[in-house]
C-alpha cells in the first residue's frame, strides 16, 4: 500500500519542530519561492518530464494537476487507464488513493479532539484493550508514527492471506492481530517508524469516541463539510465507475496483475479510501492549511519530527518534505501524490494506476520530483530509495513509509 520511505528514525536526541518554527522556516523561504507562470512553454517542460517518467517507469497511465493562484492551471492525462481495452487515462477516473487515507483518518480524530471528546496524550488504552505498551502510547504517537507498534503490512503471514486470496475482507482486529503477534519495536516517542497498524488503532478511536462507523463518521464529519463529493470509503471491493484499472506485483506470483478489484478492507483506516482529482485538488489546500480544525490544533498537527533528510517531517498523519505539506499514498495497483506548498499557495496532485517502483523509488515520487524540479527547484519533493529493497515476502508500508 505504499513504498518504504529511505529514512533513518530520528532519535530521542532530536526534537520537534515547532509550528513557528516551520511558519518562521516557510517565511525565510519564500522569497525564493518564485512560482513560474504556468505558460505553454512550461506545460510543454512538464510534459516532457512527465512522459519520461512513464517511460523510464513503464507507468501505464497518470493524471497531473499543478496550480497556483494568478499562475494559471497544469492538468494534464497521460497514458492508458486499462492496458486491456487501450482506453485513455482521463482526470475525472476515479482512483484508489491508499495512504492518502491517513490524512482523513487523522482529521477525524483531530476533530474530536477540537469536540474536547479524545485528548493527543490519552493512552490508546483508554480506547482499545489489548495494545502492547498501550498504557504508554498516546494518540499522538499513532499519529505521528512514533509508538514502536509492528506495522501488520511486514508481517509474512498477512502477506500470505492477502495474496492467496485478494477478495477477502479483513476485520481492523485480524489486522491488529498481524501485529500484536510481534514484539514492540521501540518505546513510544523514541524514534518515527511508519506503521499502518498506527492508523487502524485511530480508526478505532474515531469509531468510539465519534458514536458510529468510521466510514460514517468520515462521510458526515470530514468529506461533506469539506465540500468533497466524489471521495468514498469504501466497506466492501466495490470502485465507482468510471475508473482506472491499476497494475502490480504484489502478487503470489510475482508476474504483474490487475489489482483494480482488490478488496481494500485490508487497508481500511490507513488506506481504503477512493477519490479523483478534482476532489484530491480541494483537499491538498484544506488539510495543509487547517480548514476543518481550529488554529491550536491545526498547530500541533504541524509539529513534524525531523528525519535524517534536512528539509523532511512527519507531523500528525501528514508529511513537510522541502516545504510541500500533503501525503502520498499507495496499494496495490495505484499510487497517489496531493501536496501544498503554502509558500506559493501551490497544489500539486498526481494519481497513477501502477505501484510498482523503479530502482526501489515509487513512481509518485518520481512524478513529484520531476514536477516540483521544474516549477519549484528550491522546494523539490523527493523521497530517496530504502537503503535495502523490501523483503519479497512483504509488501511494502503505505504511502510515507
Known amino acids: 500500500m505504499g513504498t518504504a520511505v529511505a529514512t533513518e528514525p530520528p532519535g530521542p536526541a532530536q526534537f520537534v519542530t515547532s509550528s513557528a518554527q516551520v511558519q518562521q522556516a516557510h517565511q525565510a523561504q519564500q522569497a525564493q519561492t518564485e512560482f513560474p507562470e504556468l505558460t505553454p512553454a512550461v506545460a510543454a517542460k512538464l510534459d516532457t518530464a512527465i512522459r519520461d517518467v512513464m517511460r523510464d517507469g513503464d507507468v501505464p497511465g497518470v493524471v497531473v494537476a499543478l496550480s497556483a493562484p494568478d499562475k494559471g492551471t497544469y492538468i494534464r492525462s497521460f497514458g492508458e487507464a486499462d492496458t486491456a481495452t487501450g482506453a485513455a487515462m482521463s482526470p475525472g477516473l476515479f482512483m484508489r488513493i491508499g495512504s492518502e487515507t491517513k490524512t482523513f483518518t487523522v482529521t477525524a480524530v483531530l476533530e474530536l479532539v477540537d469536540e474536547g471528546k479524545v485528548g493527543l496524550d490519552d493512552p490508546i488504552s483508554d480506547y482499545v484493550d489489548g495494545v502492547p505498551n498501550g498504557d504508554k502510547i498516546t494518540l499522538r504517537d499513532l499519529a505521528a508514527m512514533r509508538s514502536g507498534l509492528f506495522n501488520y503490512t511486514g508481517d509474512e503471514d498477512f502477506y500470505k492471506a492477502l495474496t492467496s486470496d485478494p477478495d477477502r475482507p479483513f476485520t481492523p482486529q485480524q489486522l491488529l492481530d498481524y501485529s500484536f503477534k510481534h514484539p514492540v519495536e521501540f518505546q513510544p516517542g523514541e524514534e518515527f517508524q511508519y506503521s499502518n497498524t498506527n492508523t487502524i488503532l485511530l480508526g478505532l478511536v474515531v469509531e468510539k469516541a465519534g458514536g458510529?462507523?468510521?466510514?460514517?463518521?468520515?462521510?458526515?464529519?470530514?468529506?461533506?463539510?469539506?465540500?468533497?463529493?466524489?471521495?468514498t470509503f469504501p466497506t466492501d471491493a466495490a470502485f465507482p465507475r468510471p475508473h482506472a484499472h491499476g497494475y502490480t506485483e504484489q502478487t503470489a506470483s510475482g508476474d504483474v496483475e490487475d489489482a483494480t478489484d482488490w478488496n481494500p478492507s485490508w487497508g481500511w483506516a490507513a488506506g481504503a479510501m477512493i477519490s479523483n482529482l478534482q476532489d484530491m485538488r480541494s483537499w491538498a489546500e484544506t488539510v495543509a492549511t487547517g480548514t476543518l480544525l481550529t488554529a491550536e490544533t491545526q498547530a500541533e498537527r504541524l509539529k513534524v519530527y525531523p528525519s535524517s533528510t534536512s528539509g523532511d517531517g512527519y507531523g500528525l498523519g501528514i508529511f513537510d518534505i522541502q516545504g510541500w505539506i500533503g501525503h502520498n499514498g499507495?496499494?496495490?495497483?495505484?499510487?497517489?501524490?496531493?501536496?501544498?506548498?503554502?509558500?506559493?499557495?501551490?497544489?500539486?496532485?498526481v494519481l497513477l494506476n501502477t505501484d510498482i517502483t523503479k530502482d526501489g523509488v515509487a513512481p509518485s515520487t518520481l512524478f513529484g520530483k520531476a514536477v516540483t524540479g521544474i516549477v519549484t527547484p528550491d522546494h523539490v519533493y523527493d523521497i530517496p530509495a530504502p537503503a535495502a529493497p523490501p523483503s519479497p515476502e512483504s509488501p511494502p508500508s503505505p504511502g510515507y513509509g
Do not use: D, F
Not at 462521510?219 to 469539506?226: G, T
Not at 499507495?330 to 496532485?349: D, F, M, N, R
Open 330 to 349: 499507495s496499494l496495490p495497483g495505484y499510487q497517489s501524490l496531493t501536496i501544498y506548498l503554502p509558500e506559493a499557495q501551490a497544489t500539486l496532485v
Open 212 to 231: 458510529m462507523p468510521l466510514h460514517e463518521y468520515i462521510q458526515k464529519n470530514v468529506l461533506e463539510p469539506a465540500g468533497l463529493r466524489h471521495t
